[in-house]
């Protein structure tokens, strides 16, 4: 069965999904936006185009009707207003945010719907709660369970060792807000920035943190089952630190918009980086104690004859992974699904989700 899927937002995780999309034998895809100027670039790729203004509810709606399912790959303020139009057009939803409220705005509309509402579906959180949930999943008794994921450049300059690669509202969020976890048993709040660790693969050494929403809903889903889940974002080593000088000392925390302005001002953008997932859990297995881990590593290629930044790639593939799934019928197609509901198996097994492996997801395990 052939799905028919409007992608809203013309940005670069847009343009990966649309492209994707385009390339399958599976999928018709239109892209919607209010900027004329950006939507003309798919036209001139052949990709279908609607001009739609997200902040106009009537027209948003009016826009979504007829297509199978909405993706929207908008700024996380228009999640809901997406979400909400996707609903009333009879269309499923997904979409890429880490925002823990719109999340929560999207879990309410899921409510006795007859379409699916599968928000959270990029790298981290999407990917991660997959590869993570089936990590925990191979334990009779779960320990623990930490998940790290980086989006980096492949050459860091600057004294950040740091380059835009993504959303920066939505990298703003990640640092600034409280974070999802579970400590010694209970679903908590932590602070952004702590739990400072060093880690290393390929000869590299990186630093992990506390950074908010990748979690998704896994502490809930693991609640009572585990002692410590938790989601940190890996940087190289120093990143942290100046961080805090900036949110902390310099007050930038309350001060987003010029945060923002200081970020796309000092920091270019690059296509030439790498995403590197690290998921570890440790529990019994037996009646031993167990430890696992899942590393995935991705770089920039080629893909329809155009060059697509690791970040683009991974995210893009994490929601198509899962809307292939509803596709073909491997999800429920009504109500609130999340990511841990999706086992890494089928994910690995679509047509999108073969870009990871084209990342090398590897397992290694140990007797702690």
């Known amino acids: 069965m052939s799905w028919n899927i409007c992608v809203v937002g013309a940005g670069k995780i847009g343009q990966m999904i649309a492209t994707l999309l385009k390339t399958s034998t599976h999928y018709s895809v239109t892209v919607a936006d209010h900027d004329l100027a950006a939507l003309s670039a798919f036209n001139k790729r052949g990709i279908s185009t609607r001009q739609i203004d997200a902040r106009d509810s009537t027209n948003l709606e009016q826009g ?12 996380f303020f ?8 996707a609903k ?6 997904f979409d890429l945010t880490e925002d823990v409220a719109a999340t929560n705005a999207v879990r309410e509309m899921a409510e006795n719907s007859d379409t699916a509402f599968m928000p959270q579906c990029g790298l981290a959180p999407g990917f991660v709660g997959i590869a993570g949930a089936a990590l925990a999943a191979e334990f009779d008794e779960l320990d623990s369970l930490h998940m790290r994921v980086g989006a980096l450049p492949l050459y860091p300059t600057n004294a950040l060792k740091y380059n835009l690669t ?17 400590v010694n048993g209970k679903r908590v709040k932590t602070a952004p920035l702590e739990d400072y660790e060093l880690i290393g693969h390929d000869g590299v050494e990186y630093e992990c943190f506390n950074t908010s929403g990748g979690l998704g809903t896994l502490p809930e889903t693991l609640g009572g089952k585990a002692r410590a889940v938790s989601y940190r974002s890996i940087r190289y080593p120093g990143h942290r630190d100046i961080l805090r000088l900036l949110l902390n000392d310099l007050g930038l925390e309350s001060r987003r918009d010029l945060l923002k302005e200081i970020f796309e001002t000092a920091l270019p953008r690059t296509d030439q980086d790498v995403v590197l997932v690290y998921c570890t859990a440790k529990g019994n297995i037996d009646g031993a104690l167990r430890e696992k881990s899942l590393i995935n590593k991705s770089f920039a290629r080629t893909i329809d004859g155009q060059v697509w930044s690791a970040i683009q790639i991974t995210t893009a593939a994490g929601v198509l992974g899962v809307v292939d799934l509803m596709r073909t019928g491997a999800l429920p197609s009504k109500g609130f699904v999340r990511q841990e509901q999706v086992k890494l198996v089928d994910f690995l097994s679509t047509e999108f989700g073969r870009l990871y492996r084209a990342g090398d997801v590897t397992e290694q395990n140990k007797a702690a």
């Open 64 to 75: 979504l009707k007829g297509f199978d399912a909405v993706i929207s790959a908008a700024p």
């Open 78 to 85: 228009l999640t809901p207003a997406i979400a909400r139009a």
């Open 88 to 93: 009333a057009s009879g269309a499923h939803y």
């Open 166 to 182: 993504w959303s920066t509202d939505g990298l703003i969020n990640e640092y600034c807000n409280p974070c999802d976890a579970i």
